[in-house]
């Protein structure tokens, strides 16, 4: 099992910044990659951000050049730096992380932190 842990939402006025955590634990075994997903009220849930075990990060258009996603293998803990914030930011925000241990796929959702911009 994988347990992710996000921390860091809260509310935040237009034009301010935040920072996510999302902590790892468990038996990761080999992982793909990890991503910050949101879900705003009434909407589906939509990928914000992706990095690989590489580094290699991806951005929605929506948030490029405003948001920076990092990992610190060390720590075993993802990060999204929100900055420039919007009122179409707020939103419930989960960390995911997909790879595979014992040849075995997975993919494991943290419980969500809830972001609210505030205009």
């Known amino acids: 099992q994988v347990q992710l842990v996000e921390s860091g939402g809260g509310l935040v006025q237009v034009g301010g910044s935040l920072r996510l955590s999302c902590a790892a634990s468990g038996s990761m075994g080999s992982i793909n990659y990890m991503a910050w997903y949101r879900q705003a009220p009434g909407k589906q849930r939509e990928l914000v951000a992706t990095i690989t075990s590489g580094g290699i990060p991806k951005y929605a258009d929506s948030v490029m050049g405003r948001f920076t996603i990092a990992r610190d293998n060390a720590k075993n803990t993802m990060y999204l730096q929100m900055n420039s914030l919007k009122p179409e930011d707020t939103a419930v925000y989960y960390c995911?992380?997909?790879?595979?241990?014992?040849?075995?796929?997975?993919?494991?959702w943290g419980q969500g932190t809830q972001v609210t911009v505030s205009s």
């Open positions: 995911n992380v997909n790879g595979r241990r014992s040849w075995q796929p997975y993919n494991y």
